[in-house]
Each structure stands twice: as C-alpha cells, then as structure tokens.
C-alpha cells in the first residue's frame, strides 16, 4: 500500500488537468471573467492597501512618540502598547537599534526579547538598511510563529538615525479582516500570494504557507503559467482547474485579480468562482437523523470508540482503507471517521482524500480556533470533546458548529468523529471577536502592570469595570487553579482541571494550552450571568506571565 502523501500526490496529479485561457492586464481576450469578481478584486485590493497605510499611520506615529520619549522604559512601552491595541489581532511591537539589538518589546510576555539580537535576520539587515517604511515577506518571527514585520524608522529631532520600531502578525488574520466579511455568504473564493508565490491568505487554509511555484500539488504545467502570469501582472482574468474549497472534487474556476501594497510590497489578490457547481455524486452524508443531540452524542462516543477498537484489532493499514471508504462500514447516520497522526497529518478523511498527507496542525475554523492542535492534545490527553465549526459535507459543505469525540489509537495517531449542532451560529463578527481580543489584551496590560494580586481583585471585583455582565474577566493559573470569577466566588482557589460540559468538553486545559502558545480563541459552554443559562461561548485567552492567563468571552444564544 502507497502511504498517504504518495496517495494525495497521485490523486492531485490526477485531479490537475488543467484548462487554461488567461489574459493580462492589457490584453482584451474573450475569457470572461466571473460577474462582478474584477470589481470585488479590486475593492478588496484597495481595502487591503487601505489597512497596510493605517498600520503604517499606527507605527509612523510610535516612531514621533518615541523619539521623544526615548526608545526604551515605562514611556516607550505605553506608546507601543496603546499602538497595538488599535490592532488586537497583531501579535506584538519592538524596537530595534541600528545595531539589529531589541531594545524594547511589548506585551510584557516579550520583555524577554529586549537585548537579543537580531542583526542577523535579512529583514532586519534591511529595514536598518533602507531606513525608509518596509513591509517584511512572511518568515519565522524571533517570537516562534510565521508573520510579518511592518516597521517604521526612528529619526531623532536633528536626523539622525535611532533605529526603528515594528508591528507583527500572522498576514492571513489581517487580511481575513478586509476578505472574509465581503465573501461570507457569496460563491467567492479569494487568495492572496506574495510575488514570490508564498500564499498568505486562502479561503482554503489548508493551502496557506504553500508555494505556487514548488509545492507538488501545482506541479501541473497549465497551473504554473496562470500562476506565473498572475505574480507577473499586476490585473487580470483567467480560467483554471483545480480542486474546490473543500478540496473534495476538481472543478473548473474563473479568476479575476488585482493588487494590493505600499512601500514595494506587492500581495496579488485572487478572486475565483466555480462555474460547475453540481454536487458530486455520492458526495453527500446522509442527513442527521431527527433524534435529540444528547442522544446524538451518546451514539458518537459508542461510534468513535468502535472505530478505534476497530484500528486496534485489524491494524493501521486496513484501518484506514475503511474509514476513507465513503461506502464502507464506518459511513453511519451522519457519522463519519477522521484520521490523523499525532503532528496533525491527515490520514483519513473521507470526504476530502485530496487533504490526505497534508499536515493540519495550524489551521483554524471560521472563528480563529486552532481544531487539529485542539484535537492532538485531546488525543494525547487519552481522548475527549472538540468544539469547532467545519463543512458540513450532508448540507453541501455549509460551514456548521460541531463537537467532535476523540480517541487515541495509540501513541502515534488517532481517530474522530463529529455531530453537527446547526442550533449553534457558525461564526460571531470579526468586529466582536476584536472587541473581546482587545479587552482581554488591556486585562492583561493591567495585570502586568499592578501585579497579580491586585489584578486579580479587581477582577473579581462585582462593582468595578472587569465584572461586566457577560463580559467579564476570568483568570486562571496553569495547575488549573481559578484565580478570578466574580460571578461564582464560590470556585476561586479550586482547581477546575477536570471540570466538563455536558458533552466532555474540558474547557480549563484547553484555555491553558491556547494561553501558553501565546493566546487565542476557545470554545465553551457556560454559565451566562445576564440570562442565567448555560450557553455557548467563544472565549479569547492571553497569557500574562509564564503561570497564568486572563480570559473573556461572548455569548451566542442558540438559533
């Protein structure tokens, strides 16, 4: 048996035949591209632009501020500080000296950067080089994660050259900002490639990361030239095959695209739509059965529980030729087995076997929220609960709430499967979801900045800012200790590590592993104080030093 990347390669290869008729931006070909995707390419452009110039604006004026004040101390760090909670999605801001040195960072968690140096970087080589406004290509940050550096240089009041300051963050969240609320609901697709052909943003996020040029999966020749002739032209149109956003089937796109940058930096952006758009057939779980969720649930863990069984007794190999057989014995009510080794490498998924091989670990759902990672330290904790929102392939791939049962296999790999709660909304607002990043994140700085015990009184405090309503301030420690809670007073200074919902969800490790990998989206269900009820809740956690975290959330009522 082929293992799964060679299997993934041979299905892709065979997938890729691709049609191809493009135009550049002078040409007047006959191609038409999809009605309205030109128009959409370019407004999205304009967006993206219009958001690089207003975090160039942001650091521009770090840049006035910290000349003044100077480049380092309590002075520098609130201006950097009060810049990045403009930006909540943005990772973090320094100050780096002519010397390539980090003389100031924020939040607080990166106060361990500050005299590291960095000249060795090339994107540090060059913003200290050019001394003008640079927009870095997507690397590893010193901070651990791929991202992009925008920065702006330091001049004192007599011209000289003091260094510059910066703003991280992940390309793909910025420009799900501008992307993601102007496709919702349409039959768009967009991505966004470096002229390099490094993708940055793909409504498909499994393809965030690749490479047009050297990823085999675009070996095709006829891919290659429409992709050659997108990072060439600025504006275009044209037509190609390839799988669609769910990458369970090839289909036939038209593209439009524009461009979007400052200060030389040049992203493409792709707009595409399928023009076929008939169901595959067999492509289609059968409906869930009219029984209630509880009951739903029950029959999930007795299903997953036999699927590993099964792993168990007849071995890997035949294991997973079952679960990828869309008409073999584990396509039942609904239900359906994923696979993946224990790093994130999907090995059965059988509705999507084009993802076969491909490594999942850092995709996230609609709202933010890191699933495989999720599902891998579930696995590794000896099995559990996942909520997330995914395709649902029984209502043609519409993106739904769902919670998922895992169990480990062995040390290597395990096995899943899910129910759909189509009561539940699939994705809050991107305002809201910055709302609630941003008022963690100034819980934090407040934290960081009086210490941990007043910190935690006050928010605890039912009479002061932190308790409000829905919107309160929770925090942890990472033994799982509750440090703050002011609408049950009662749990504070318990440890909650083996506390559940109702469908096994353990939401406090959770909280913990998104905290200690830097921050980020979780899913609970909880007591809400306004209504009373138990209902679910996406939450954002950010850490505040190396032994606990902070935490709020917003609440959506069922459907």
């Known amino acids: 048996m082929m293992d799964m990347r ?10 890729l035949a691709v049609s191809l ?29 219009n958001g690089l110039t207003d975090l160039k604006t942001g650091i521009a004026n770090n840049s006035r501020s910290l000349a003044a004040t100077g480049l380092t101390g309590p002075e520098a760090e609130a201006v950097l500080e009060q810049n990045l909670l403009t930006f909540p999605w943005a990772y973090s801001s320094l100050v780096i000296s002519p010397e390539g040195i980090v003389v100031a960072a924020v939040p607080k968690n990166y106060a361990g950067m500050v005299g590291e140096d960095l000249s060795w970087q090339p994107e540090v080589q060059k913003a200290n080089t050019d001394r003008t406004p640079v927009i870095s290509g997507v690397f590893l940050m010193a901070e651990g994660f ?31 900002h501008h992307i993601d609320p102007v496709i919702s609901g349409t039959d768009y697709d967009v991505w966004v490639t470096q002229v390099d052909g490094t993708v940055i943003y793909d409504t498909t996020k499994e393809e965030i990361g690749k490479n047009l040029f050297s990823d085999p999966v ?15 032209d600025l504006a275009g149109r044209g037509e190609y095959t390839f799988l669609d956003r769910n990458w369970n089937r ?28 008939v169901k595959t057939p067999g492509a289609t779980v059968v409906t869930m059965p009219a029984v209630p969720t509880d009951a739903r649930y029950a029959n999930l863990t007795q299903f997953v529980a036999r699927a590993a069984t099964f792993a168990k007794e007849q071995g890997k ?20 087995v994923f696979a993946y080794e224990m790093d994130g490498t999907v090995i059965a998924l059988p509705y999507q076997q084009a993802l ?25 904790d000896g099995g559990g609960s996942v909520y997330y929102t995914y395709p649902n392939p029984g209502n043609n791939y519409r993106e739904e709430f769902k919670v998922s049962y895992i169990l480990p296999v062995d040390d290597r790999w395990f096995v899943g499967s899910g129910i759909y709660l189509p009561e539940h909304p699939a994705t809050f607002p991107i305002a809201e979801r910055d709302a609630l990043a941003s008022r963690v994140k100034q819980a934090r700085n407040h934290a960081q900045a009086v210490g941990s015990a007043s910190a935690i009184r006050d928010f605890n405090n039912l009479s002061g800012p932190y308790a409000d309503g829905a919107r309160y301030i929770f925090a942890y420690g990472y033994n799982g200790t509750t440090l703050a809670l002011p609408f049950q007073p009662e749990l504070i200074g318990t440890n909650r590590l083996d506390f559940a919902d109702r469908y096994g969800v353990k939401i406090i490790p959770w909280e913990i592993s998104a905290a200690k990998n830097g921050g980020g989206f979780v899913y609970v269900e909880y007591l809400n104080p306004d209504s009373g009820k ?3 809740k996406l939450c954002y956690v950010a850490p505040v030093d190396d032994t606990w975290l902070v935490g709020s959330g917003i609440y959506s009522a069922p459907l």
């Open 218 to 232: 675009y070996a095709d020749p006829a891919l290659q030239e429409i992709f050659r002739r997108i990072v060439d």
């Open 356 to 380: 076969l091989g491909t490594n999942r670990a850092g995709v996230t759902d609609a709202n933010g929220v890191e699933l495989v990672r999720q599902f891998i330290d579930v696995a590794e």
């Open 534 to 536: 138990a209902e679910m």
């Open 146 to 176: 791929t991202g992009i550096s925008q920065s702006y240089p330091i001049f004192s009041a007599s011209g000289e050259y003091l260094g510059y300051t910066d703003i991280t963050y992940a390309p793909e969240t910025f420009l799900a």
């Open 6 to 15: 060679t299997i993934f390669l041979v299905l892709a290869a065979l997938l």
């Open 250 to 277: 090839p289909v036939t796109k038209t593209a439009a695209w524009s461009t979007a940058g400052i200060d030389g930096t040049s992203w493409r952006v792709v707009v595409t739509m399928t023009e076929d758009t």
């Open 317 to 336: 190999e035949a294991a997973l030729a079952a679960f990828n057989d869309v008409d073999g014995p584990f396509i039942e009510d609904g239900l359906y």
């Open 21 to 49: 008729s493009v135009a550049g931006c002078t040409s007047s070909t006959t191609v038409p591209g999809p009605v309205g995707a030109e128009q959409v390419a370019g407004e999205l452009a304009a967006s993206i632009t």
